[in-house]
């Protein structure tokens, strides 16, 4: 089909998904697929390879699995489906995400201890030695790899490493971060990884997956708190009837996410879109550094995926003021989201380049000059 035919989005979309994608992605939704069918189970299959085939060097003893609803549905599926019933969760929380775990676990009525070091501060990795140790009992540990809400970017190895020590198995929400961080799941000894097909792999909102060693997912049987969300019982499923889901699957974000994997590969793995990422995120943090703003966190803690940005202290600045003119401009940001902080954020993921973050610098600096809050 001709590509130029399709629109261009009327504004780019600098959040921490859903992001931009390309217009490939998006044209290959624009046919309609039966979910029993064979050309159709093939595609998921070939997903569920390709998602295995980026875990690293020990990919032979990982496995996948889809699950419908955005990355949260599948989160809580894999959260549900762990943890036997008698099992117990060290959720270790510095954001967001973090406390949405918590509430997850609660929710589930999942024995839960909480290691939470607030949005601003690194993980205290002594702490969690010492939780392992109080509480014995402890089966299952858990952290967010990327914190979404600052753009944190919190020690999965050393986490893990402490916890496989301890005997524990290891739960990671690479939501956003995989597919843009490069990482070797079998190196980092990460028993589950959950993450959604519209971050930064940049397919389009509508599923996420689950990739957990073969021992994980067997281990997963008869737990699930929850008939839809049942790991276990999908993973067995999509195994026995070759890509099969059991309920009614997005097929069309399905196709389009088929597209970005091979996109991703095209581009060159995770290893040259983290590049691609860290470019961005660093001439973003520079650029916006000369326009005189300043960072949430300390560089040291920063992900080339999401940075946060303090809002400028002028009585003329309103976050609203500011997102309206950006996005005439044809950039969308997103709103901070750390407590008793006034904050925005500006996400780089997604089929975002160079020349994007030079035209989003530019749209900064003439929106600040609009709301008089620097000279013109
Ligand atoms: C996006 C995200 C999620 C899932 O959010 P949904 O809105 O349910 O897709 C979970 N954890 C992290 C770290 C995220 O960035």
């Excluded at 003119?325 to 954020?345: C, H, Q």
Aim: proline residues 3%; aromatic residues 8%; hydrophobic residues 40%.
């Amino acid at each position: 089909m001709d590509l130029s035919q399709l629109p261009d989005n009327p504004y780019l979309l600098l959040t921490p998904g859903p992001l931009s994608t390309t217009k490939t992605v998006k044209a290959a939704m624009l046919k309609d697929w039966c979910t029993w069918d064979d050309s159709y189970n093939t595609i998921v299959q070939e997903v569920r390879r390709r998602l295995i085939s980026l875990t690293g060097k020990y990919s032979e003893r990982y496995t996948s699995v889809l699950m419908q609803g955005s990355g949260t549905f599948s989160v809580e599926a894999m959260i549900g489906s762990a943890l036997p019933k008698n099992g117990k969760l060290l959720c270790i929380a510095n954001g967001a995400y973090g406390n949405r775990i918590i509430q997850t676990a609660n929710v589930l009525g999942i024995d839960t201890v909480i290691q939470d070091s607030t949005e601003l501060d690194e993980v205290d990795l002594s702490l969690v030695g010492r939780n392992l140790q109080d509480n014995p009992d402890i089966t299952h540990v858990i952290v967010v790899h990327c914190e979404t809400t600052t753009g944190m970017l919190n020690p999965i190895k050393e986490i893990a490493q402490i916890s496989k020590e301890a005997g524990k198995i290891v739960m990671v929400d690479a939501m956003s971060s995989f597919g843009g961080i490069d990482m070797d799941l079998g190196e980092l000894q990460i028993d589950f990884l959950v993450s959604s097909a519209n971050k930064c792999i940049q397919g389009v909102p509508g599923f996420g997956f689950i990739i957990a060693t073969k021992e994980a997912i067997a281990s997963c049987k008869g737990n699930a708190r929850s008939l839809s969300l049942d790991v276990y019982d999908q993973w067995e499923t999509m195994e026995k009837a070759n890509g099969k889901w059991r309920f009614t699957s997005p097929t069309h974000v399905v196709r389009a996410f088929y597209q970005a994997l091979m996109e991703l590969e095209e581009e060159g793995g995770p290893v040259a879109r983290e590049k691609r990422y860290t470019n961005n995120q660093r001439q973003l943090v520079a650029g916006m550094k000369e326009l005189g703003f300043e960072t949430v966190l300390d560089e040291r803690n920063h992900s080339p995926i999401i940075t946060g940005f303090l809002s400028p202290t002028s009585e003329e600045y309103d976050f609203k003021s500011f997102y309206e003119s950006m996005k005439v401009k044809g950039y969308v940001i997103y709103p901070g989201k750390v407590t008793n902080l006034d904050s925005f954020r500006i996400g780089n993921i997604g089929d975002v380049h160079a020349a994007d973050i030079q035209g989003l610098l530019k749209a900064v600096e003439e929106s600040m000059s609009w709301m008089q809050l620097a000279e013109s």
